[in-house]
């Protein structure tokens, strides 16, 4: 069985209560409160950037050239596709992007980006693919679920957008390269005994997630 099929059956009702939110079942049908989303927009504008950090470690804890590359498609995938969506539809509201770069981080911001990079820092490359692996791969999970959906309202064109980038093949495409590339890593670094130690971090991470849907609606 893949790793992350192996992680997310083992953490199943905790991925579902990332994955099934209500913050993503109203964005679906467009019943979510505009503020909501512009909240969890901006913060995950800042959650990116250090989520570009995580990638550039990763890096830095690649042990082949092939893994170098890998890290390092995943940083281009956040700077020069995720960013500039957050900052296309924050600029439907007058948010600019020197504005973005300016707020201040939501506690949930910080807890969740320093999880990461501190499981990063203190791990190998695999304990760092595994803390990553939710954000990833559970927003091609999250678009694929609500493909079909029809947000309404003010701000369902918005919301819209948003599922069909992370519906779109290529960053379905990134998901599956990803899942991929951590089974790869799994060849060499994963044993029966360490299992439990990654789905700890995969399931803080999927929590994490969880309440960052949470911050939006608060």
């Known amino acids: 069985m893949p790793l992350f099929d192996r992680l997310k059956a ?20 467009g019943s979510l409160p505009e503020n909501a989303f512009r909240t969890y927009l901006q913060q995950d504008y800042l959650f990116l950037i250090h989520f570009s950090r995580a990638y550039a470690l990763a890096v830095y804890k690649s042990q082949t050239l092939g893994d170098m590359r890998n890290a390092l498609e995943g940083l281009k995938a956040i700077m020069d596709v995720e960013m500039d969506l957050h ?39 695999l304990d760092l693919q595994v803390a990553l692996a939710p954000c990833i791969i559970g927003y091609a999970e999250i678009a694929r679920e ?38 790869k890593t799994a060849e060499t670094y994963l044993t029966d005994a360490r299992f439990p130690s990654l789905s700890r971090i995969f399931n803080e991470a999927s929590r994490l997630e969880a309440d960052f849907w949470q911050m939006g609606l608060r």
């Open 10 to 29: 083992e953490n199943l009702p905790t991925w579902q209560a990332y994955t099934r939110h209500d913050f993503v079942r109203r964005l679906a049908d």
């Open 87 to 125: 900052v296309e539809l924050c600029a439907g509201w007058g948010i600019s992007k020197d504005e973005l770069e300016r707020l201040d981080e939501a506690s949930e911001t910080m807890a969740y980006t320093r999880f990461v990079l501190e499981t990063g820092l203190r791990g190998d490359l």
């Open 146 to 183: 609500n493909r079909a959906a029809t947000p309404s309202g003010p701000a369902g064109s918005s919301y819209r957008r948003w599922i069909d980038e992370y519906a779109s093949s290529a960053y379905q495409g990134v998901a599956a390269d990803f899942a991929s590339w951590m089974d």
